[in-house]
């Protein structure tokens, strides 16, 4: 499967964005999908992740509250609303798929999903 990671941009403190994440090649449906992002000079780290059919979702604490991830399977599509950011949340921000059975636990560990897209930069700045 293909993503296309796009929505990123430009938003002052407090603002928002809806990152999507649209894939080709196979259905999305047969994958978890997560969020993550790599700052300057950090490593890449977890941001959320959706199960395959959307009914359960996991977070990074430092987003709980703030970010909500969603898919929308007949569009093959999956979003990231950020909302409340923080100059803190810039970064390049990356959506992959794991390719999971449905019963199976959501991964927080990059080294598990399968598939990324090309990543779509988020700036948070006054």
């Known amino acids: 499967v293909q993503l296309q990671a796009s929505g990123g941009g430009q938003v002052q403190p407090g603002g928002s964005l809806r990152l999507s994440c649209a894939a080709s090649g196979r259905t999305l449906s047969n994958y978890a999908v997560g969020w993550f992002r790599q700052a300057p000079g950090k490593e890449r780290e977890f941001v959320a992740a959706?199960?395959?059919?959307?009914?359960?979702?996991v977070y990074a604490d430092s987003v709980k509250g703030r970010f909500a991830i969603s898919r929308d399977n007949a569009k093959n599509t999956a979003y990231l609303q950020m909302n409340s950011l923080k100059p803190e949340d810039t970064a390049v921000y990356y959506c992959?798929?794991?390719?999971?059975?449905?019963?199976?636990?959501?991964?927080?560990?990059?080294?598990?999903?399968?598939?990324w897209g090309q990543g779509t930069q988020v700036t948070v700045s006054s």
């Open positions: 992959a798929a794991d390719r999971i059975i449905m019963t199976a636990p959501l991964n927080n560990d990059p080294e598990s999903y399968d598939y």
């Open positions: 959706v199960s395959r059919g959307g009914g359960s979702t």
